[in-house]
């Protein structure tokens, strides 16, 4: 918390966030644009807020894009605002987001992990039908080839699939995109998300990136904002502890 603090102190970090918050996924080219300083300036910067997890990046083809973090400021908003003004500022908040989704297609969600494990573990975890039933409850199926169909399968031996859709990219042990569908929308396109794992060692650790976008309405963006850091977080112990978590976290309750 003094990390996003100390990031947040600087007007010339603040205008960087606001220009993530009013466009999402901006290049460094980008986000030099109206900003009187040298590129080696706003990277210094850009430095500061991804080392406060306030921002993250994820690489299109030679692209590297900036997206703002939610995460240390939702913390921010549920320790300093939420228990003062809650019903009205979500109320506020819900319309906001509604009118942004409305006017972008850019990512609906990021979230950013660190664990300390390998880019290989971590591969394995997301790609094995065994690991995920693990720590996920269900059974992520498939080959995992470009092109190949994949499934996200129940684990109580009924074969049920909840969750289907086709392997976008595959670059074993680094990145990782598929479409999201549910079984009855296989077929209609346009309602498919697509969900893009970045994972970047540094050292004895990965920095897991996931990114999950074309959500198709502020319900979609509810479920998997609590789904993620609950399925990410027994992932997490997993690979760290050998274990999973005691409780399933996607259980806990949010009030």
């Known amino acids: 918390m003094d990390k996003v603090f100390r990031a947040l102190a600087d007007d010339t970090r603040r205008r960087l966030l606001d220009r993530l918050h009013e466009n ?26 991804e080392a406060a997890n ?43 987001r509604r009118a942004e989704e409305a006017m972008t297609g850019k990512p609906s969600f990021v979230y950013v992990t660190y664990i300390a494990s390998t880019p290989e573990k971590v591969w394995e ?75 970047q060692p540094y050292e004895d650790i990965v920095r897991l990136t996931v990114v999950h976008e074309d959500l198709n309405d502020e319900g979609e963006r509810s479920q998997v904002g609590a789904g993620w850091p609950a399925v990410l977080s027994n992932l997490k112990s997993l690979l760290e502890t050998g274990r999973v978590l005691p409780q399933e976290p996607w259980l806990v309750p949010s009030g």
């Open 24 to 49: 999402n996924g901006q290049t460094l080219g980008e986000l030099c644009e109206r900003i009187a300083m040298t590129r080696q300036a706003v990277t210094q910067h850009l430095a500061v807020l």
């Open 54 to 96: 306030l921002i993250s990046t994820v690489r299109r083809g030679r692209e590297k894009l900036h997206y703002l973090n939610p995460v240390p400021l939702h913390e921010i908003q549920e320790r300093w605002i939420d228990k003062f003004e809650r019903p009205r500022l979500s109320a506020l908040g819900a319309l906001k």
């Open 125 to 199: 975890a997301l790609t094995d039908a065994d690991l995920t039933a693990a720590y996920w409850g269900h059974r992520n199926e498939s080959d995992w080839r470009p092109g190949s169909r994949w499934a996200h399968v129940r684990t109580d031996g009924s074969g049920v699939e909840d969750v289907v859709g086709r392997v976008v990219e595959s670059e074993p042990p680094t990145r990782l995109v598929t479409t999201w569908a549910a079984p009855a929308e296989e077929d209609r396109e346009d309602r498919h998300s697509r969900v893009a794992f970045e994972i």
